[in-house]
Nanobody
């Protein structure tokens, strides 16, 4: 089993920045890939960004150049740095990870990000 706990959400003004954290209950060396997804009210959950154990990253077109995903294996943590936030970024953000050993995927409980003036 893998537990993922997100933190760092809240309210931010348009143009502002925010950093989300995802702490895993086991070594993230065994989690590949890890990623962030988001779900806005009335919409389907969508990919935001992923990162492999080797550090390769992938971003949704809507966040390229504004968001950065990173991981620290020693801290068992993945971050999502979000800059130049827009109202359209408002959503619940979820951390996701694939446990390589079992081939299973896990989700965190989600953290709300609201971009509003």
């Amino acid at each position: 089993q893998v537990q993922l706990v997100e933190s760092g959400g809240g309210l931010v003004q348009p143009g502002g920045s925010m950093r989300l954290s995802c702490a895993a209950s086991r070594s993230i060396v065994s989690l590949n890939p890890m990623g962030w997804y988001r779900q806005a009210p009335g919409k389907q959950r969508e990919l935001v960004a992923t990162i492999t154990s080797g550090g390769s990253t992938n971003y949704a077109d809507s966040v390229k150049g504004r968001f950065t995903i990173s991981r620290d294996n020693a801290k068992n943590t993945v971050w999502l740095q979000m800059n130049s936030l827009e109202p359209g970024d408002t959503a619940v953000y979820y951390c996701n990870a694939r446990w390589v050993l079992a081939g299973t995927y896990y989700w965190g409980q989600g953290t709300q990000v609201t971009v509003s003036s």
